[in-house]
């Protein structure tokens, strides 16, 4: 066997949503780490992209990344862009740097936003908070004057009288974006252990949010990659339980943000995780 950087592992799952010889786009389960880390150093989604493209993804190296080009949180499900060469790699990080990949989640808050669509412009400063579940410290997101640009358009595309479902594009990508700015106005995204009261926190058995689709122009040949991932089951089922129901089709013209100029929405920031 080769000798990589990552431990391969054949037991971590994940789905592809798009492949070629250049670029992956990958739906990444929840619970699961995107990158290893301090007690899941096998059992992150990289290590399962290693076991089947292990040669690609050593060849990028550390310096690119293993190919990862963003990520998403433990609790968070949804479509991940991997690259498997360093051309591809060195061009899609200069097209997230420039904010031209568009990202679209969908978050089940506690009630709808008002107004129920907009644009929240909230600088986000990142600090350090010690776990309540360990005595390490982690990385959290707080609003404050002194933070960084941080613009995310939202919708709401259903609501009960137990909570809402809504879609949200961050135009910029600070820490937890989506989590802190809908926290801001007031609908809060269901199981989040840090920006949750008990009772919202409670409400959902993991973060319910899912990032359902990414779009992109291909990194060699320019052509426009929009790829999905569905409601996964557990968050179909919290949606039941709520008395949510999708909207039967929705425009994929009239997407929140999906239309807009970038200048219109907000200037380009920096590249962090969600």
């Known amino acids: 066997m080769p000798s990589y950087s990552i431990e391969p592992n054949p037991k ?11 670029v992956l786009v990958i739906e990444k389960p929840s619970r699961i780490a995107t990158q290893p880390g301090l007690g899941h150093d096998r ?41 498997l060469t360093s051309e591809a790699y060195d061009q899609l990080r200069s097209d997230f740097e ?39 410290k982690v990385k959290l997101a707080r609003l404050s004057r002194s933070g960084k640009p941080a613009i995310t358009a939202y919708r709401t595309l259903a609501q009960s009288d137990l909570g809402a479902l809504v879609e949200c594009r961050p135009v ?22 840090f920006y949750a009261t008990a009772g919202v926190a409670d409400a959902s058995p993991r973060l319910a949010l899912h990032a359902h689709r990414i779009r992109f122009s291909h990194p060699i040949t320019g052509a426009t990659i929009d790829a999905h991932a569905p409601m996964p ?29 970038l200048e219109k929405l907000g ?8």
Do not use: C
């Open 267 to 274: 200037s380009a920031g920096s590249h962090d995780d969600l």
């Open 172 to 193: 910029t990508g600070r820490l937890h974006q989506v989590r802190v700015h809908m926290a801001a106005l007031g609908s809060t995204v269901l199981g989040d252990e």
């Open 43 to 83: 059992s992150s989604l990289l290590n399962g992209l290693y076991f089947n493209y292990g040669t690609k993804l050593q060849k990028l190296g550390a310096k690119r990344d293993y190919g990862l080009l963003h990520r998403l949180d433990r609790e968070t499900s949804g479509v991940l862009i991997v690259a």
């Open 98 to 136: 420039r904010r031209t990949i568009k990202k679209f989640y969908w978050a089940i808050v506690k009630r709808a936003p008002t107004p129920p669509s907009g644009v929240v412009r909230k600088p986000i400063i990142e600090v350090d908070a010690k776990s309540d579940t360990s005595t390490r």
């Open 233 to 261: 089951r557990d968050l179909k089922s919290l949606m039941t339980r709520l008395r949510l129901v999708m909207p039967t089709h929705v425009p994929t013209s009239e997407l929140i943000g999906d239309t807009e100029p």
């Open 12 to 22: 971590v799952t994940y789905t592809l949503r798009y492949e070629d010889e250049h």
